[in-house]
């Protein structure tokens, strides 16, 4: 019960994080997967991150049914979580977000690509999944349980999927993990749309992506970064 109470408190901090960092605006999401019964999980009420409560998080089926008994509206998009959470064991937390800077990468052949030690954790390859290839014209919002699997595929088992002209999709083993992995993916298309311009950039090397996401979501590294960014955010004493 404890736990459930902990993974609670952290889904209100992260949206707390996401919306001081400029990660998330009126919009963007974070839910965790329910520890004892791995086939639901937790998600705010439809509410912009820098307003969530613990009071508005509800519990979903996999496929997005809410399990919650009451007339809450919940997030239309809440779809992408259920269908990473079915098609990936191993991810215990989803992030949704539209920050402005990774767009750019959405909607050109140029790829999201690690090249500080920071950003390591965002993975070698970053998919750009595009949902008129199944869809055809649709509002580009993921709005259904076909439309997320399809993401899920083809997220596949990298950490983050870009959405096109939409925003991007990022994964972790916990909500603190998934996070600081969502703000590196955010600081790590800053850096490259600065770094591009420049000349030619050079990228982290695959065994230095190897390497480098300890110093960020190892236990030591993570539970620092986790302090700082709540700090920031003043949400460390919610
Ligand atoms: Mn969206």
């Given amino acids: 019960m404890f736990r459930i109470t902990e993974i609670k408190r952290d889904i209100v901090i992260a949206n707390r994080i996401l919306a001081h960092e400029g990660v998330a605006d009126a919009f963007g999401h974070v839910s965790a997967r329910n520890p004892g019964k791995p ?3 937790f998600i705010s009420r439809s509410r912009s991150p820098s307003l969530v409560t613990a009071a508005d998080i509800m519990e979903f089926h996999l496929t997005g049914d809410s399990i919650s008994k009451d007339d809450r509206k919940p997030y239309a998009e809440r779809h992408i979580h259920g269908a990473i959470y079915e098609a990936r064991p191993d991810v215990h937390a989803v992030i949704h977000n539209h920050a402005h800077e990774i767009l750019p990468f959405t909607v050109t052949k140029t790829p999201l690509r690690p090249l500080v030690h920071t950003t390591g954790v965002i993975g070698g390859h970053v998919p750009v999944w595009d949902i008129a ?6 509002s580009l919002l ?7 699997r399809d993401m899920a595929k083809a997220l596949g088992d990298a950490r983050v999927v870009l959405m096109r002209g939409h925003g991007c999709t990022v994964t972790g083993a916990s909500v603190r993990e998934v996070t600081l992995a969502a703000v590196y993916t955010h600081v790590n298309a800053k850096l490259q749309l600065q770094a591009m311009p420049l000349g030619n950039v050079t990228y982290l090397s695959p065994g230095e992506i190897e390497k480098t996401p300890e110093a960020l979501i190892g236990p030591l590294a993570m539970e620092r970064a986790w302090d700082y960014y709540a700090a920031r955010a003043g949400a460390d004493q919610l």
């Fill in 142 to 148: 993921v709005t259904d349980m076909d439309q997320a």
């Fill in 133 to 138: 290839d199944r869809f055809g014209d649709t």
């Fill in 39 to 41: 086939e639901q999980y």
